[in-house]
């Protein structure tokens, strides 16, 4: 098989987790079927979006099935 050259936008990092972000990584990678590289960089670019829009002064809001609404705080 044909190596294809590395993407120039990409760059490979070496991470050590912590054992509860290792257990939610497996939980993921399971429930979804995606990679566990794949679950980490949805997290990443999860967080990216939620910090982009607490910089903009926005909250993040969780909306229970009855339609309670309840405001998410990230330490």
């Known amino acids: 098989m044909e190596q294809l050259p590395p993407h120039p936008d990409t760059e490979r990092y070496s991470v050590t987790l912590c054992p509860p972000a ?3 990584v497996s939980e993921l990678t399971a429930a979804s079927g ?3 590289s794949d ?3 949805r997290a ?3 967080l ?3 910090e982009r829009e607490r910089a903009k002064g926005n909250d993040l809001m969780i909306r229970d099935t009855a339609g309670a609404l309840e405001r998410i705080h990230i330490i």
């Open 44 to 46: 990443v670019l999860l």
């Open 22 to 24: 290792v257990t939610i």
């Open 39 to 41: 679950v980490i960089n």
């Open 48 to 50: 990216g979006f939620i």
């Open 34 to 36: 995606v990679s566990k």
